[in-house]
């Protein structure tokens, strides 16, 4: 079983933000709209890439690993302790005002601590709340629910 889906960084997202706060402190202190405008620059660049990472998970009948950008992670099944599949708020649109979601994938490893990747889910607050049954057969659907399903399969 291999998918490849679009990994949200939260780490990159940060990164981005602390580097854009400081060039705008220092903008402030030397009053340069160079300094403005490059901060603007890296706030979006930044949010872009780490909600665009390419990232894929491939598993067979001993083990999962996924690659997020750069990073491979193999995790074999008797290892797992446990895994979960949810469906998390993941932000706001506030010209919308619509609520953004994520389907994350956790997966907790005996002897570390957990795994865990998400991936936008492209559903609406009021599908959720008035369109429940075609809310339900989308998560069931989702990769990660498959793979979660693949991977309790093979461990039991």
């Known amino acids: ?38 901060t603007f620059a ?21 083990k999962v690993t996924f690659v997020k950008g750069i990073i491979k992670k193999s995790i074999d099944y008797k290892d797992i302790k446990s895994i979960r599949c949810e469906v998390v708020k993941d932000g706001y649109i506030m010209i919308a005002g619509e609520m953004l979601y ?21 559903v609406t607050t009021d599908m959720i709340l008035h369109e429940p049954k075609e809310y339900k057969k989308l998560v069931n659907e989702h990769k990660f629910t498959r793979l979660k399903k693949y991977i309790d399969d093979k461990r039991s």
């Not at 960084?9 to 490059?38: D, E, N, P, R």
């Not at 780490?50 to 491939?58: D, Q, R, T, V």
């Not at 994520?102 to 492209?122: M, P, Q």
Request: glycine fraction near 4%.
């Open 102 to 122: 994520a389907v994350e994938l956790v997966i907790i490893i005996k002897g570390e601590d957990e795994f865990k990747t998400s991936t936008r889910f492209d």
């Open 42 to 62: 890296v706030a979006l660049i930044g949010s872009y890439i780490s909600s665009h990472i390419p990232a894929s998970f491939e598993a067979d009948d001993e």
């Open 1 to 38: 079983m291999k998918e490849y889906y679009t990994h949200k960084s939260s780490l990159i997202s940060q990164c981005s933000l602390m580097l854009a706060l400081t060039l705008a402190i220092i903008g402030g202190f030397t009053s340069s709209l160079v300094c403005f405008v490059i």
